[in-house]
């Protein structure tokens, strides 16, 4: 099984920054990427940024030059994965979700509200 608890949404003003944590527990050996995801109210769930097992990443266009994902996978118990958003907009609104990516599962945490406000 696996494990996931996010932290650090909250509110803040246009332009400001925010960075939310993710601990991964369990089976994290199993992890062949992880993400931060974000549903906006009456939007699908949408990928923000990803990294793989091997530390590559991917963002979505909306957040390039302003999201960075990191990890720290040094502990062999738990995963920490970090999203830290800068300049944000009223538009980056949304619950953000930790995501844990196997062959054959995603696992999702309980997400994280952010709230831009203009």
């Known amino acids: 099984q696996v494990q996931l608890v996010e932290s650090g949404g909250g509110f803040v003003q246009a332009g400001g920054s925010l960075r939310l944590s993710c601990l991964a527990s369990?089976?994290?050996?199993?992890?062949?990427?992880m993400g931060w995801y974000r549903q906006a109210p009456g939007k699908q769930r949408e990928l923000v940024a990803r990294?793989?097992?091997?530390?590559?990443?991917?963002?979505?266009d909306s957040v390039k030059g302003r999201f960075t994902i990191s990890r720290d996978n040094t502990k062999s118990t738990v995963y920490l994965v970090y999203l830290q958003m800068n300049s944000l907009k009223p538009e980056d609104t949304a619950v953000y979700y930790c995501?844990?990516?196997?062959?054959?599962?995603?696992?999702w945490g309980q997400g994280t509200q952010v709230t831009v406000s203009s």
């Open positions: 990294i793989t097992s091997g530390g590559r990443t991917n963002y979505a």
């Open positions: 995501a844990a990516l196997t062959i054959g599962n995603t696992y």
């Open positions: 369990g089976r994290i050996f199993s992890f062949d990427a």
